[in-house]
């Protein structure tokens, strides 16, 4: 059972445009919304996170939006980069689990020069 | 801050031996750690939970008596593959948390088992 699903496996977008990545949940229990980027052979680093009392938080290029009643995500990267090509992951947890995070499967970002 | 080292970054070992992989959180103590495996062009999926001092907390179907887990300080997590097999090469991440909800991830040790 996926809890956390992305369903764009890839994603390309032309340098300077938007990138928006979606992510879908389906446990209610869910309040708190993390963003990774990963690249190659490396761990995931922390781009950004949320919580379910925000419908938005925005952090320079990087913006997460949430819509809790569609249990839904975003990121959008804007401007996009070339060196913003990555995996990007979401997770989510619920705050009675401490910092025990569910993953979604990830969509590779493409930024074309 | 908040650096999380892992050592080895990549380990070769034949079938049926035992590899041991570390977990460091260098500038801060970790309370929990986490060890993840990732297969190619998969989801990060959790294996156990540690933290100081206690029995690790295993997902289901992580056999514990193949992963070992050791969280022996704030500072150090280990993970052993005992008697490991062809099906156990993958890529292992550890991550650190402090008291809130972001973990700090490792750079991953690729495991190949001949």
């Known amino acids: 059972d996926q809890q956390v699903k992305q369903n764009s496996p890839s994603l390309s977008v032309q340098e300077g445009r938007i990138s928006i990545l979606n992510c879908d949940y389906t446990?209610?229990?869910?309040?708190?919304f993390l963003w990774y980027k990963k690249y190659p052979a490396e761990g995931p680093t922390f781009l950004i996170s949320i919580s379910s009392i925000k419908d938005k938080n925005e952090d320079g290029r990087f913006t997460v939006f949430l819509n809790k009643s569609a249990k839904h995500l975003s990121l959008h990267i804007v401007p996009s980069q070339p060196g913003d090509s990555a995996v990007y992951f979401c997770a989510a947890t619920p705050s009675s689990s401490g910092s025990r995070l569910t993953f979604g499967e990830g969509t590779q970002l493409t930024v074309n020069p | 801050g908040a650096v999380v080292s892992q050592h080895p970054s990549r380990v070769i070992c034949k079938s049926g031996t035992s590899v041991k992989i570390e977990c460091r959180s260098l500038d801060f103590q970790a309370t929990t750690m986490f060890w993840y495996r990732q297969f190619p062009k998969q989801s990060l999926m959790l294996m156990a939970t540690s933290n100081e001092g206690s029995k690790a907390t295993y997902e289901q179907g992580v056999e514990k008596d193949k992963f070992l887990i050791n969280h022996a300080s704030l500072t150090l997590s280990t993970l052993t593959v005992t008697s490991a097999h062809p099906e156990d090469s993958s890529f292992y991440i550890c991550?650190?948390?402090?008291?809130?909800?972001?973990?700090?991830f490792g750079p991953g040790t690729r495991l190949t088992v001949t």
């Open positions: 991550s650190a948390s402090r008291d809130d909800y972001e973990q700090y």
């Open positions: 446990n209610s229990m869910f309040d708190y």
